[in-house]
C-alpha cells in the first residue's frame, strides 16, 4: 500500500505519526499490526482496493496461536508455515507428481515417506513428522472443510512406498476421499504426455482477495514461499493448464481403482 502511494519508509513514519523503523519492521513482519492499524494505514495511504484492505484486517484480527505452534522448536519452520497457510486458506490446490499429496496421505505412507529421509530421521523423529502431517488434515476434516483440488500424477500413484499392500490401502483411501464433499481428486495419466508442472510439486494456496494468495512449493528443504504478483500469476497458470490435462473426478476415480487393482 505504501508502495503504491509512491512514498518512501520515512515519508510514511512522517504521515502515519510514527518513524521509518516501525514502519519497516512492520512491512517485515518482525512487528505485529492490529486490524485498526491496517485500516489507518490504508486511510494514510489512500489505498483504493477495500477488499484488499479489508482482507489485511481479517488477516490481522486472528490472535490465538495455531495447533502447529506446539511444534515450534522441534520441526522446521517451513512445515509449520505450510501448516499455518492451509489453516487460512480459502481454498487449496495441490499438485504432486511423485508422491500422494501430505493432507491425503495414510499414516503408513507418511511413515514409509519420512524414513526414507536422507540424513536418516531418528524414530522420535520420524514419529514426530508423522503425526504433524496426520494432524493437517484438520483442513479436510472440520466443518465446513476447506474446498481442495488435488491433481495427482499417475506416477505417485504406482510409486511403491509401504509395501504393495500398504500402496493399495492408500490408493484405497484415495477413493474414500474423493467421495467427500468439498474434495476433487484428478489424475494426471502417463497418457496426457508433458504438461507444465512437470517438475513442481505445490500447493496454491487462495487468500481472501487474489493478492493474498500463496504458493507453497515442495523442495528437497522444505517449503518455499512465493507471493509476487508475478509468481503467483505463472503457477495460477500452470495449474490451469496441467488441470486441462488431467482426468474430471469421476474418471480419476475409475483409473485410481484400476491402477490399485493392477500393482
Not at 501448516?83 to 511413515?111: K, S, W
Not at 495460477?236 to 476415480?253: G, W
Amino acid at each position: 500500500m505504501r508502495e503504491h502511494a509512491g512514498l518512501s519508509v520515512a515519508d510514511a513514519g512522517r504521515e502515519s505519526g510514527t518513524d521509518r523503523t516501525r514502519i519497516s519492521n512492520t512491512e517485515a513482519g518482525r512487528l505485529g499490526v492490529s486490524a485498526e492499524r491496517v485500516r489507518a494505514l490504508a486511510n494514510t495511504y489512500a489505498y483504493p482496493d477495500s477488499a484488499y484492505v479489508d482482507g489485511l484486517a481479517s488477516m490481522a484480527e486472528e490472535r490465538v496461536k495455531g495447533w502447529w505452534e506446539e511444534s515450534r522448536g522441534t520441526l522446521s519452520t517451513g512445515a509449520l508455515d505450510l501448516a499455518e497457510l492451509e489453516h487460512h486458506a480459502t481454498t487449496l490446490t495441490v499438485l504432486q507428481v511423485v508422491y500422494i499429496p501430505g493432507l491425503l496421505q495414510t499414516e503408513e505412507y507418511a511413515r514409509a515417506l519420512f524414513t526414507q529421509a536422507v540424513p536418516k530421521l531418528a524414530p522420535m523423529d520420524v514419529q514426530r513428522r508423522v503425526s504433524f502431517r496426520m494432524q493437517r488434515k484438520r483442513v479436510i476434516e472440520r466443518e465446513p472443510a476447506t474446498p481442495c483440488t488435488f491433481a495427482i500424477h499417475e506416477a505417485a500413484l504406482r510409486m511403491i512406498f509401504p509395501g504393495i499392500d500398504g500402496q493399495r490401502r492408500q490408493l484405497e483411501r484415495l477413493l474414500e476421499l474423493s467421495d467427500q464433499e468439498g474434495i476433487s481428486i484428478r489424475v494426471i495419466p502417463f497418457a496426457a504426455g508433458a504438461f507444465p508442472g512437470a517438475n513442481s510439486s505445490l500447493t496454491y494456496a487462495s487468500g481472501p482477495v487474489p493478492q493474498l494468495d500463496t504458493v507453497a512449493l515442495d523442495t528437497a528443504h522444505g517449503s518455499v514461499l512465493l507471493d509476487a504478483e508475478t509468481h503467483l500469476e505463472n503457477y495460477r497458470n500452470i495449474l490451469r493448464r496441467t488441470l486441462e490435462k488431467s482426468l474430471p473426478p469421476d474418471e480419476a476415480r475409475d483409473f485410481i481403482h484400476e491402477t490399485s487393482k493392477r500393482l
